[in-house]
C-alpha cells in the first residue's frame, strides 16, 4: 500500500477551507458594537426565537424553495440544529405510548437513533427500505396499517399532560427526503406528495430534515460549473401547506403533517448550532414551547444575530452559490471519477443514476454482494488506513427487516481531493483482495471503525 496515513471517509463534517469565518468574524463585530443587537443577543430570547432571523429566514427560504406564498415568520422557530430541534419536537409532540411507531425511511442517519430512544422509542423504532427512488410507499403504508393493526384500546396520551399548544401524533416519520444522509437519494415529487397524503391519513407527523438543500449541482460530471440557486423540488412542508387546503382545511387541526428542519450546520458551521424549524404557524408555535425554551429562552440567541446579519445582507447565498456549491460538485466530481475508475470495474455501484441534480455530502456504494461491507471496513481500516462507514451502523436498531449488508458511505466533504482519490485507489485493493477470497492476517487487527468517528 501507498502511504500509511490514515483517511476518513467517514465524518459528516464540512471542510475547514470552507468555514465562512472571515464573513462570520465581521458579523460578531457587527453584532457586538451595536446594543441594539448585543443586548438582545446576550440576553434571554423569546421562546420562537430571535425575531429579526426568524422574518429574515422567511424572505431567504421563500426565495430559494419559491412557495406559492412567502414563508412568514410565524411559521419559523428557531433552534440549536437539525439535532436539537428533533429532541424538542419529540418532546412536544409525541408520547412514548400514544405514539404508536417510529418509521423511517432506511438507511437512516444513524446519529438520530438515540434521539428517539431517549425520548421512549426504544423497541418502536421500524424500518421502511427505500428503492432507488427513495422510500417505498406501499412499503409505508403498510408498516403504519400493521402498527394500527396493534394499537387497539391506544386511545389516550399516557405519559404527556394535556397542552393548549401541541397536539400527539400517532405515528412519526422520520426521513432526508433531498441528498439523504446516508443515501443520498431524492425522493421524487409524486412520492413527496404520496407520503404528505400517507401522513394525513394517518395521522403522522413527517420530521424531514432538510438540512443538505443548498448544496446541490449538476450530475453530469462535464458540466461547466454553474450555481443552482432555487431548490430542486418543493420540501414536504411545503407540500403539506398547500395541498387541498393544507393545514387548514375543513376538518384538520392546524397544526399540519410535515415539519422542516433546516440547519446552517452544513452551509455554516456546525459549531453556530443555528436551526430553524418550519410548520404551520401553530406547529411552529408548539415547537417554541419545548420546556427548555421556555426556560432559557430559544437556543442559539446570540450566533442568531450573525447569521441573520449574513443571510440578510446576502453574504450567505454568495457563500452558498459562489463558493460552497462549486467546491463541494468539485469534491464530488473527484469522489465519482475515482469510484468509476478504480470501484466500477470490480462491480461497485452508486444509486439513482438518473438524476440531473445531486448534492450533499455523502455517496451510498453497493458493493458486490459476495463482499461483506463490515468486514470490508473494517479491512478499509486495518489494510488500508481508510475509515468508511460500513451499511449496518445505519440499520434501525430493533429492527432486523432491513439490512445493509453490502453497502458502505463514503464522504466527500471533509477531506481533499487528492486524498480522496488515494482512498479509493487504496479501498479498490481491499475489495480485488475480497473479490479473490483473500483474508489477509491484519483484517482482524481491529474490531469496527474508530470511536466516535462522525
Ligand atoms: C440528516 C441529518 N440531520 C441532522 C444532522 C445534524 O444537524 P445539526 O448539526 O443541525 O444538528 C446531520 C448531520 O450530519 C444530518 O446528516
Not at 8 to 23: V, Y
Not at 227 to 256: H, M, N, Q, W
Not at 321 to 327: I, V
Request: proline share 7%.
Amino acid at each position: 500500500m501507498a502511504s500509511p496515513d490514515s483517511i476518513n471517509l467517514i465524518k459528516g463534517w464540512p471542510s475547514t477551507s470552507l468555514l465562512p469565518t472571515k464573513h462570520l468574524s465581521r458579523a460578531a463585530q457587527i453584532a457586538l458594537a451595536d446594543p441594539s443587537i448585543a443586548f438582545p443577543g446576550l440576553l434571554y430570547g423569546p421562546d420562537e426565537g430571535y425575531a429579526p432571523l426568524r422574518e429574515t429566514l422567511g424572505v431567504w427560504l421563500s426565495d430559494f424553495y419559491q412557495p406559492e406564498q412567502p414563508v412568514g415568520k410565524e411559521r419559523i422557530t428557531i433552534t440549536g440544529g437539525a439535532s436539537q430541534n428533533l429532541a424538542c419536537l419529540l418532546e412536544v409532540f409525541t408520547d412514548p405510548v400514544y405514539t404508536r411507531d417510529i418509521l423511517f425511511a432506511a438507511p437512516a442517519y444513524m446519529l438520530a437513533f438515540r434521539i428517539f430512544e431517549d425520548n421512549g422509542f426504544s423497541g418502536k423504532m421500524k424500518a421502511v427500505p427505500e428503492d432507488d427512488d427513495g422510500m417505498d410507499m406501499s412499503l409505508l403504508r403498510k408498516a403504519l396499517e400493521e402498527s394500527e393493526k396493534h394499537s387497539s384500546g391506544n386511545k389516550t396520551p399516557m405519559f404527556k399532560p394535556p397542552r393548549p399548544y401541541a397536539k400527539y401524533y400517532r405515528h412519526v416519520i422520520y426521513c432526508v427526503p433531498t441528498f439523504s444522509n446516508p443515501s443520498s437519494r431524492t425522493l421524487p415529487l409524486d412520492r413527496r406528495i404520496e407520503l404528505v397524503k400517507l401522513a394525513r391519513e394517518f395521522d403522522a407527523l413527517v420530521i424531514s430534515d432538510d438540512v443538505y438543500d443548498f448544496l446541490q449541482w449538476p450530475a453530469d460530471l462535464n458540466a461547466s460549473p454553474s450555481s443552482i440557486t432555487k431548490a430542486l423540488l418543493p420540501r414536504l412542508v411545503d407540500i403539506d401547506r398547500f395541498l387541498d387546503g393544507g393545514p387548514e382545511r375543513s376538518g384538520a387541526d392546524g397544526y399540519g403533517n410535515t415539519t422542516s428542519s433546516g440547519s446552517f450546520s452544513k452551509i455554516g458551521g456546525p459549531g453556530l448550532r443555528v436551526g430553524w424549524s418550519e410548520g404551520s404557524p401553530k406547529f411552529a408555535y408548539g415547537v417554541s414551547q419545548a420546556g427548555s425554551s421556555c426556560s432559557g429562552g430559544a437556543p442559539s440567541q446570540l450566533t442568531s444575530t450573525y447569521m441573520n446579519i449574513l443571510v440578510k445582507d446576502g453574504t450567505m447565498s454568495e457563500h452558498i452559490f459562489k463558493t460552497l456549491q462549486p467546491a463541494y460538485a468539485a469534491r464530488y466530481k473527484t469522489l465519482v471519477s475515482a469510484i468509476e475508475a478504480h470501484l466500477y470495474p470490480l462491480g461497485a455501484r452508486l444509486p439513482q443514476s438518473n438524476r440531473q441534480v445531486v448534492g450533499g455530502y455523502f455517496l451510498w456504494l453497493t458493493l458486490p454482494d459476495t463482499v461483506n461491507a463490515i468486514d470490508f471496513a473494517k479491512r478499509c481500516q486495518n489494510e488500508a488506513q481508510v475509515i468508511i462507514a460500513p451499511g449496518n451502523i445505519f440499520e434501525v436498531p430493533g429492527d432486523d427487516s432491513v439490512k445493509f449488508r453490502h453497502s458502505v458511505r463514503l464522504t466527500f466533504s471533509w477531506i481533499d481531493h487528492d486524498l480522496m482519490v488515494e482512498a479509493v485507489k487504496r479501498i479498490s485493493l481491499v475489495l480485488e483482495s475480497c473479490l479473490k477470497g483473500e483474508r489477509p492476517e491484519e483484517a482482524h487487527k481491529q474490531d469496527g471503525v474508530n470511536e466516535n468517528p462522525y
